[in-house]
């Protein structure tokens, strides 16, 4: 496992997160980086299960991120306390979800709806012009493949759009601008990810 920054002292993360309730956000990412630490620690819990580390770790950087932006400095308590409980939360989360899509399911079946209250396939993924793209993607081991393919094929950036932005595994659903904010970038890059990733995912359908 690649080597991570040192944890943040006591009142260095007093002074971070002072100046990111502030505005800065590059007090925010220093945030984040200096407790990936703890993110491979507790991913180290898990390696026993069939997930591959590196997508772990994904998972489990998408808590902190969320413990980042939502911990209120003024509880008596470390942010590493309070993140480790969102990431292994995150790790279960992702783990019960992708249970779950094992079993044999259509794609059809809704996975969750959007912020107008669309309902939303996980057809709607991988959708094509293509008249022969519906006799495909009926065929039984189409959802087990797109799951394969999301893990194998997706960067581990576009994994974790993707994941956010369907609630794929049975997890939260997120909108790209709260996508955007939450990994500090603008939400036309979190579109152009999101296109990416599914135009690779296409070539298998």
Do not use: W
């Not at 979800?97 to 993924?125: A, M, V």
Request: with cysteine.
């Amino acid at each position: 496992m690649k080597s991570f920054p040192q944890p943040l002292t006591a009142a260095e993360e007093r002074h971070y997160m002072q100046k990111y309730t502030e505005g800065d956000l590059e007090a925010k990412h220093i945030l984040i980086e200096r407790n990936l630490r703890l993110v491979a620690h507790i991913v180290k819990k898990y390696q026993s299960f069939e997930d591959d580390t590196e997508d772990l770790l994904s998972i489990g950087t998408i808590g902190l991120i969320k413990a980042v932006v939502t911990f209120d400095p003024d509880k008596c308590v470390r942010l590493g306390t309070y993140a480790a409980r969102c990431i292994e939360n995150e790790i279960l989360m992702h783990m019960r979800g992708k249970k779950k899509s094992s079993r044999e399911i259509s794609l059809y079946e809704p996975i969750g709806t959007d912020r107008e209250g669309n309902e939303i396939q996980l057809f709607d993924i991988i959708e094509t012009e293509e008249d022969d793209a519906h006799r495909k993607v009926e065929l039984k081991d189409d959802v087990r493949t797109l799951y394969n393919k999301v893990e194998s094929e997706l960067s581990p950036r576009e994994r974790m759009v993707l994941k956010m932005r369907y609630g794929l595994y049975n997890e939260e659903e997120y909108t790209q601008r709260e996508i955007a904010k939450l990994l500090g970038i603008s939400r036309s890059y979190v579109s152009r990810i999101e296109k990416s990733a599914i135009e690779k995912l296409r070539e298998y359908f």
